[in-house]
């Protein structure tokens, strides 16, 4: 598997921005947090961040947003008292990897000052399996002897978006091991940061400076000689569900580790990696680019995956920073949930408990939005409460420095759908039905009750309608009858009918307490009547074109060339009631065609031909959820030259990192989980041609140009399968741990796989 | 009756503004066509304009307007060779004067060059009785001999917002009448004028010069002789229903009236402004100020009422030039009609006329709008077919000059309503149902129809709602269940059902063609369903507030002067979506109150006053529409200073001609007939506390401070009705032609009035 790399050292003078962007990309995480891919000598101007997931604070009047821990990774080096980085320029080269096999981060770094070279070797990894540890090794070589002092231990000068969010900071040491700890500033959460080291060389002082908790140790270096130490770092919180104070439990975890030692640490680390991948990995013969770039997409969902029993989800930045206020959108069910769902369905199943312990934030938002629904309303912008962390005013005019009004948090209803579908396909394609047991079947019974307390019905048209909406494309905003979140809104009632079919079934007592619970049963047959009734607006009789929504059609051509030509100013926001593009045909992002992406199964490759073609030169793309969708549509309907050229702006745009990283001078970069999601649908789901439902597996490939070989892992119904498609035929592997015998439909032809005996099916190379 | 008349000298040099300014006040109509009061001499720098009712025209892609025609008027005259003007420095005194009692416009100039000084008098009026003619009496008379040279005819260099509008102009001399003419540019419409005059003195030359056809008089003028001529003109444009070509019913008009003379022209003018005086004049004792603004606004509206047959309405902006093109609003069924319903039932009836007329253009804008309606959607801005005049992008925002998106024109749907109660109303209080019959029963149903397909049925409430709409208050645009929407259709759904009802009893053969024709019958149920079950907000239980739309009561606080602080352009507007008013509570003018004034016998004064209370210190009375509504209701709660101070502001806002007259470079300047009607309706309303409905009128008097006595017609089924309030009585003069016994309520008793037979009544002088 190959790693990344880099880095010149020409690069590494380039300022702030290529700082941050590389901190992105060779970001590590464990799904309890995730450590930017800073150097050990970096501080909070070069953006180190140690985010946390779940644990939110606020300051003032600002947004609320994930709170960074203490850098329990930090390690200094002076030469001769003069302190290395290679931000200044002692500088001969340096080389940073990034290990895919077990998202390891390593750095090599030759200094040279007054004719003496130093070279540090360090590597870190946040625990695959100790999710509250990060564990670090680290070495230092002089060509000649000289004075050398290391600083390491926590360094509590954080960066922080709208921080700083710990108070009352405290730093002790209790024998040998660091502390560091504070409250957040909101709830007076504890934060701890603990840190042990076996460093058994040179003379060691402890030095509390401001927020820094360091070891100094002086050394008189020995020319070649290998002077290395490891380094363990616990972070806990009050989150943390632990019989002791944390503090405690952030001692007792370093000196854990520290006994175990670092080889241990790293072993059991890589073998949890190694099962990952191999529950995961996806392999690409014949383009080398394009297994790199999806490769790297998997591993960053692969890292940020919840830790179990957490019941966290994963923010639209995941754990790269505080942007996007940490918050999780409706991109973890509809992006990266599907590839959990299919490859590790027991992360799957925690991104759905998130939803389950923010339901009462849902419903609080039902009451107060707009006249006051019924059900639960999920947030747009979500963190811990499940209360919507979205504002009303929520872009600025960047020509006059006012808030724009836009209806992301109140309007863009189908959030709560899109839940509910993520829920119910867990069931569905797990065929695990303890998520609806432990409160998925109240949230869909919650989520179609929402929907009921918001629809209308047109009597005149003898239909109900969903009016006053946001769909994907945010630049048309306050629409009726958007397809897609009709589609989503009618699935929802379907699938509430589906939930109280099956438990009336198989959990009749479980159904009645829920009923009797929720006071739900009056309004079943209002679900039903919905589920039938609901208005989802129907293509072209002619063209086959759906129209986004009502009006669309009628709106004025244009090009997005046009609408930036007429822009004001380069930041000047296209939607928001009077943008630019409001009036006109110009999306930010796929709408239908994320309907006919979400809703797959349910559209011909006619159909998806001639609302892509429609759309597509229409779309911005001005959301990274955009690209993925046209490129999987694409595949699906024959134009593989178009669905590879997303697929690759997909899976490239966290490795690659050119998008926008400040808005104004709000930080707004860090990685894309949600586009790494998409990469892995468009491979698995576009050119595998893989449709799951309730019922079998469909395989129907659609292998673009220069690929040879596709082969790929899917979880279905508690078994698994590993899949290899060539131009001509496909081989599926039932394991032989698998629980019974499974039909697949390859390219048509219904398959029977039984445990451990793999078929392999001819296909015609076009179809 | 006192007239109105300035101007001291010193206010002739005060420019270009106050010359339209003056325009607009001292303006003379007679329904066809509307003269401003500019001065004989004038041209199109000035102003001049002759508008005309019903006949509209666009060039190129600019508004569409009425036409102005080209001004038979004109006269100017030169003195030993110099030409004299009020612009000029050459005015030794000035007088204008706009006679009250008969709509005649008089000037007087005395000019002085050379040591001679010569007086011009005139005086002209637009015909009360021939609708087409115009008569002016003009003479010189110079202090000593002197040479003076008259240059009179027609004048087609004419004053346009979006002109010129008269293409292939054509000037010729008939015998002894001028005659220019041209046709419209968008549907060739001949417009004509033709003038004669009676001219005996000098020597007459004739000179066609650009589009000026004009009679050159070369006169050696004796010192002290008066010279007198008199002027007839006659406009005629293809609208006219005349059985010879235009051009011939024009001259045969000028001469006929030649023919009659001055005097006789006059007297049969005057007789017929007698008459209308002596329908609807009101009298107040006490308050010379209160009188003058009153009948000024009396005036304005018996200038402008719709010529009989012509079934044209009253324009925004009456026809005091083409500002707000010409347009008729919702102003006219809810502030000008009661005025005319109430004096003048043979111009209500024609105002209705014109919705009947425009029927087929609220059809096709019904169809177009949205996702398509059915039935009758009257026009926000609507000209002669009643298509829509107002455009999606009505308002520019002058930060950038670009045009904002405003939803007057499609979601302002009250109209249709606001037509329908005025057209039942015509039915219920004039008793006759000839309007119903010729077409007023198709609009009141095509109304409801459209309301039955705009609105939903909202299940979990158990309630029809009506959403997405604009109220009277344009600042908050889009909105859900504002209440004097809602309160309007569910009026006119009520309304479709008695009429339905009135013509099954009284007409049976008739509503079978009409139901037949409509194809409506299956649709009466959805009608009888939705004025039962509409949602209309209701009062808050403890404070009486009613809601002016579904979470209004959550927004901002602010006040008006907070807002205009915010303002970066002195013009920027507040609302459209991102304004600084939408996210307030600040509302531009009456809305929840609009209604209260509206549906006046339906509340009670505790519920008026806790709801005027509640919105005046948040209203910006930001439209001529705003000050009367709230005079009205505080009189009928009996906050009797506030009310007088709102009706005052009302009464003289044409009078005084304070109103900002340009928007950036566009002029808005006119009169504003809907103030004059609430002005009307203040008085006999409010303080004379008249409510009329089909069983009975009811008078509960509130005279306000100074007034000592307050008398006022009323027509009602047919009959007339003179009232006398003072603080302690109110006698009813029954008119001797009446036709029956009628019970009057006042204050609180029955009371029969006999034909002829007055009755007074005392009342308690607080309530």
Chains 1, 2 share one sequence.
């Not at 944390?246 to 580790?257: D, G, H």
């Not at 080889?263 to 014949?286: F, P, T, Y």
């Not at 959820?625 to 549509?633: H, I, K, P, Q, R």
């Amino acid at each position: 598997m190959r790693d990344l790399w880099s880095i010149s050292t020409a690069e590494l003078a380039d300022g702030k921005e290529s700082i941050m962007r590389r901190g992105n990309v060779y970001q590590i995480a464990n799904g309890y947090m995730g450590y930017r891919g800073t150097l050990d000598e970096f501080g909070p101007q070069q953006l180190v961040g140690i985010t946390l997931a779940g644990i939110f604070d606020r300051v003032g009047s600002a947004w609320r947003e994930p709170v960074n821990a203490p850098n329990g990774g930090f390690t200094s080096v002076a030469l001769e008292g003069v302190e290395l980085s290679t931000l200044g320029k002692k500088v001969v080269r340096h080389r940073q990897t990034l290990r895919f096999a077990n998202a390891v981060f390593e750095r090599e770094t030759e200094f040279a000052s007054k004719g003496t070279s130093l070279t540090i070797r360090s590597a870190r990894f946040l625990s695959a399996d100790t999710p509250n540890l990060g564990v670090i090794r680290f070495s230092i070589t002089c060509s000649n002897a000289a004075k050398v002092t290391v600083r390491t231990g926590i360094d509590g000068n954080i960066w922080d978006l709208n921080g700083p969010h710990l108070i009352q900071m405290s730093a002790e040491r209790r024998e040998s091991v660091l502390l560091l700890q504070g409250l957040t500033s909101e709830a007076s959460k504890r934060v701890v940061v603990a840190e042990a080291t076996d460093l058994s060389f040179g003379d060691e002082v402890h030095e509390i400076k401001g927020n820094r908790n360091l070891r100094v140790i002086n050394l008189r270096a020995e020319a070649g000689k290998v002077y290395t130490f490891h380094k363990y770092f616990a972070v806990f919180t009050d989150n943390d569900a632990v019989d002791k104070p944390v503090a405690e439990a952030a001692i007792e975890a370093v000196r854990q580790a520290k006994t175990l030692g670092y080889e241990a640490c790293m072993a059991s680390h890589s073998a949890e990696w190694r099962k990952r991948w191999d529950q995961s990995d996806v392999k690409i013969e014949g383009d080398n680019d394009a297994q790199h770039a999806l490769r790297y997409s998997i591993l960053q969902l692969l890292m940020v995956g919840p830790v179990k029993g957490s019941a966290n989800s994963i923010p639209a930045r995941a754990l790269s920073g505080q942007a996007y206020k940490g918050a999780i959108f409706w991109d973890t069910e509809m992006f990266m949930f599907p590839f959990f769902l299919h490859t590790h369905p027991e992360k799957a199943i925690e991104l759905m408990r998130y939803r389950i312990k923010t339901l009462d934030g849902a419903r609080r938002k039902a009451k107060t939005e707009g006249s006051g629904y019924r059900g639960a309303f999920y947030a747009w912008e979500s963190q811990e409460t499940g209360d919507d962390a979205c504002t009303y005013f929520n872009i600025g005019d960047p020509s006059n420095g006012r808030q724009l009004r836009t209806y992301f948090r109140d309007k863009q209803v189908h959030i709560s759908g899109d839940v509910a579908i993520a829920m119910w396909d867990y069931f569905r394609l797990s065929g695990d039905d303890s998520l609806l047991l432990e409160g998925g079947a109240e949230v869909i019974l919650e989520c179609a009750r929402f929907y009921c307390s918001y629809i209308h019905y047109k009597r005149d048209k003898q239909r109900y309608e969903i009016l006053d909406v946001v769909g994907p494309d945010e630049y048309h905003e306050r629409v009726n009858n958007n397809a897609f979140t009709s589609m989503v809104v009618k699935e929802t009632f379907t699938i509430a009918n589906e939930t109280v079919r099956h438990l009336r079934r198989e959990h009749p007592k479980a159904l009645r307490t829920l009923l009797r619970k929720l006071r739900i049963k009056g309004e079943l047959p209002n679900f039903r009547d919905a589920a039938r009734r609901l208005f989802v607006p129907k293509p072209d009789a002619k063209t086959g074109v759906i129209e986004q929504f009502d009006g669309y059609l009628g709106l004025r051509e244009s090009t997005v060339e046009e609408l930036k030509a007429r822009m004001l100013h380069p930041n000047e926001y296209l939607g928001a009631g009077q943008g630019l593009a409001v009036p006109t045909k110009i999306i930010k992002q796929a709408d239908v065609v994320m309907m006919l992406s979400l809703f797959r199964t349910r559209f011909s490759a006619e159909l998806k031909k001639a609302n892509w073609e429609y759309y597509e030169p229409r779309t911005e793309h001005g959301s990274s959820l955009s690209a993925c969708a046209y490129a999987m549509v694409a595949a699906e309907f024959g134009n593989l030259d178009f669905a590879y050229k997303y697929f690759l702006k997909t899976a490239k745009i966290d490795l690659e990192a050119k998008y926008r990283v400040y808005a104004g001078s709000v930080f707004m970069g860090g990685s894309h989980p949600a586009a790494n999601g998409g990469a892995w649908m468009t491979a698995v789901f576009g050119f595998g041609g893989v449709q799951a439902d309730e019922n079998r597996v469909a395989i129907n490939p659609r292998l673009c140009g220069k690929w040879r070989r596709l082969q790929f892992n899917l979880a279905y119904k508690g078994d698994a399968f590993r899949v290899n498609i060539t131009k001509t035929s496909v081989r599926v592997d039932a394991s032989p741990s698998n629980s019974r015998v499974h039909t697949v439909l390859v390219a048509g032809k219904p398959v029977k796989c039984s445990p451990g005996r793999p078929v392999t099916v001819k296909y015609g190379r076009t179809r």
